[in-house]
Structure formats: C-alpha cells, structure tokens
C-alpha cells in the first residue's frame, strides 16, 4: 500500500512565527487531506488537496502530485495552533501519516 | 455543515464484554470508516462501509466487527472486549466516488479494565 511519511514530526514555535509542514507520498494518488486534531482528540478537516494550492485564512496548501508530496503552511501561528497535523491520501482506504505535533509558545 | 455524531465520548468497560461504538452522519453519504488511533501507531482503519449492508475489511479487523442496517448508521461492535482495544475510536464519512474527502466524529476513548 502507499506509504505516507510526515515531516518534521515534532516542531515547536513562538507565537507569530511561519511553519512550513510536509507531507511525502510513495505512489501517486488523487485524494488528499490535511487535518488538524484538537485537544480533545476529534480530526478537523484543514483541506482537502488532491493538487494545486488552497488558502483559508493563516492556513495554506499546496499539494505537487507528480513529485508526490504536500506542503500545508501556517503563518503568524497562534497557540490555538498546537495540536497534531495529519495528511491523510485515499487509495482503496485512507492512509495518514504519523503526524506532526506542533506546539506553539506565547 | 456535515455532522458526524458518535455516540460516547468516553467508555469504561470490562474485559470479556461486549461493546458497541455508534456513528451516524447526516449527509447522507455513502461512505463510512473506523478508525482507530493509539500513540506511535497513528491512525489505522478497521473497517470501512461502501454502502448499506456492505462491509470491507481494513488494516486491523482482528477482534471487531461492524454493521450498516441503515445508511446514516455504521456501527463497530467488540465481540469480547480486551484490554489491547483501549484506544481512541475515530468515525469518519465520505460522500461516494465522485469526492474521498472525510469528515470525521469526536472520537470515543475507550478503556477496557
């Protein structure tokens, strides 16, 4: 099955900082998610990004499919940021990488 | 908005027991999963529904089992409860073919004492 590798896996940033997460892919695919997941445990869908770039706000995406990986930036980070980022890629089922924990410090 | 509900945030139950995990979404979508999710494993699906009565295996099926009577409701049932399915118990849909994207529950956390 598709490996999906995340990348840094852990990070830690001052408030008002910029990140750059990254999401490695070994077979090219047609779906991809970004997820966030809250103190509480529940996946927040950030984006969904088989290709091209999306915005929402201080979060952006961008997903290369022919090179196989997906790039989510955080800009001007809150603490609200903190928590596990997930990139998920459905093949026949959805795979997710291990996630990157992000703490951000006031 | 898509709502995917899941019956309890928090579960205690003993082993031997047999346990049911509830996920109902309200958009009608035709496809169901469940997760689950343990610290340094991620997260890994145990089963996955197409559609109403149809059922596909996932990564770790060993020890569940699930059930889609209705297609708003797909149902993850623990035959005998043991204390290596303490975990968090993730519930996710998706609307059909056209889009994989996925909406996910609250999660249950659930304990087997």
């Known amino acids: 099955g598709i490996q999906v590798e995340q990348s840094p896996p852990d990070l830690i940033l001052q408030e008002g900082a910029n990140s750059t997460l990254r999401c490695n892919f070994s077979?090219?695919?047609?779906?991809l998610q970004w997820f966030h997941q809250n103190p509480w445990g529940q996946l927040i869908n950030l984006f969904y990004?088989?290709?091209g770039t999306k915005q929402n706000g201080r979060l952006s995406a961008t997903t290369v499919a022919t090179e196989r990986y997906s790039l989510l930036y955080i800009s001007s980070s809150q603490t609200t940021d903190s928590g596990v980022y997930f990139c998920?890629?459905?093949?026949?089922?959805?795979?997710f990488g291990a996630g990157t924990r992000l703490t951000v410090k006031p | 908005d898509v709502k995917v509900t899941q019956s309890s945030r928090y579960l205690v139950k003993r082993t031997g027991e047999k346990v049911f995990l509830e996920c109902v979404q309200d958009?009608?979508?035709?496809?169901m999963f469940w997760y689950r999710q343990d610290p340094g494993l991620g997260l890994r699906l145990i089963y996955f529904?197409?559609?109403?009565?149809?059922?596909e295996k996932g990564d770790i099926p060993e020890g569940y089992s699930v059930s889609r009577e209705k297609k708003e409701r797909f149902s993850l049932i623990l035959e005998s409860a043991s204390t290596n399915q303490t975990s968090m118990y993730l519930c996710?849909?998706?609307?059909?073919?056209?889009?994989?994207?996925?909406?996910f529950g609250p999660g249950t956390r659930l304990t087997v004492t």
């Open positions: 996710a849909s998706s609307p059909g073919q056209a889009t994989y994207e996925q909406y």
């Open positions: 077979d090219s695919v047609n779906n």
């Open positions: 990004i088989p290709s």
């Open positions: 998920g890629l459905v093949d026949n089922d959805m795979r």
């Open positions: 958009m009608d979508h035709e496809n």
């Open positions: 529904s197409y559609d109403v009565k149809m059922k």
